[in-house]
């Protein structure tokens, strides 16, 4: 149905910036929100930051100045810019869709995760 596929995490030292990537594809009818969650080990999964369909943003309080989510409709793509990272940024990204598929009701779709590590 909803495939989504991450990509830009790695590793980088504090202070620096990545930029993840996540890009839809299957039968799709609407993608209405898309975000990105993170989670440790043995911790929660945590929302990092949401985007609307018509743009309007979300952000964890502790990602806010930092980073930026943006969306491109037409590709069916979501970004992550995320700038001064620091050591507790360190986590598996995760790229969500909120999206309606033929035969399916709306529900979230996930991706695989791309890790992000930041070094002191």
């Known amino acids: 149905q909803v495939q989504l596929v991450e990509s830009g995490g790695g590793l980088v030292q504090a202070g620096g910036s990545l930029r993840l990537s996540c890009a839809a594809s299957g039968s799709i009818i609407s993608i209405y929100n898309m975000g990105w969650y993170r989670q440790a080990p043995g911790k929660q999964r945590e929302l990092v930051a949401t985007?609307?369909?018509?743009?309007?943003?979300n952000y964890a309080d502790s990602v806010k100045g930092r980073f930026a989510i943006s969306r491109d409709n037409a590709w069916k793509m979501v970004y992550l810019q995320m700038n001064s990272l620091k050591p507790e940024d360190t986590d598996v990204y995760y790229c969500?869709?909120?999206?309606?598929?033929?035969?399916?009701?709306?529900?979230?779709?996930w991706g695989q995760g791309t890790r992000v590590t930041v070094s002191s």
């Open positions: 985007i609307t369909s018509g743009g309007s943003t």
């Open positions: 969500y869709a909120d999206a309606l598929a033929p035969g399916a009701i709306r529900r979230d779709y």
